[in-house]
């Protein structure tokens, strides 16, 4: 760190966060900054809600995820079959819509299968079963939101 005055060596050394934060006091001239509040409806680190977004990944993860976008908010999942039931399939997108936690933040569309003669034929979805998926991220989201309240 040759060439550096002795002050610069030693912001230097104190590393990027010590140094953001030397400028903000400096900026705010002494005053005490308001606190960030980590458990805000809308934490947007990854771009979208990280509450649905951890929901979300939590609510599919019984099917293979086939694409996770955090920036734009899309979860794609693969098909999948319950075992249970081998002739029917189901694959799933999730949308999140907003960087809020709201009940209209959230979007799932559900695509479903039946075997029939030896080939996978499209079949309907009930609506029901797509807004129970939406009721369960939400119900997840809020409970994460909770946690880090509490936490």
Known sequence: MTGFAPS?????????????????????GGRDLPRADLA????TTIGVNSYLWRAALE????????????A???IVTDWYANPRNPGERVKLTVTILDQDLRADAIRVAAGRQVAQNGMWVD???????????EDIILTK??????EAVAG
């Not at 805000?40 to 934490?43: G, H, L, Q, T």
């Not at 609510?59 to 955090?70: E, K, L, R």
């Not at 079949?123 to 998926?133: N, S």
């Open 8 to 28: 610069f060596r030693r912001i230097a050394l104190l590393g990027a966060p010590a140094v953001a934060a030397l400028a903000l006091t400096a900026c705010a």
């Open 141 to 146: 989201a809020r409970q994460l939101r909770r």
């Open 59 to 70: 609510t599919v993860s019984f099917a293979q995820i086939t694409q996770a976008d955090s």
């Open 123 to 133: 079949a309907p979805v009930q609506a029901a079963t797509v807004q129970r998926l």
């Open 40 to 43: 805000a409806s809308n934490v």
């Open 72 to 74: 734009g908010g899309v």
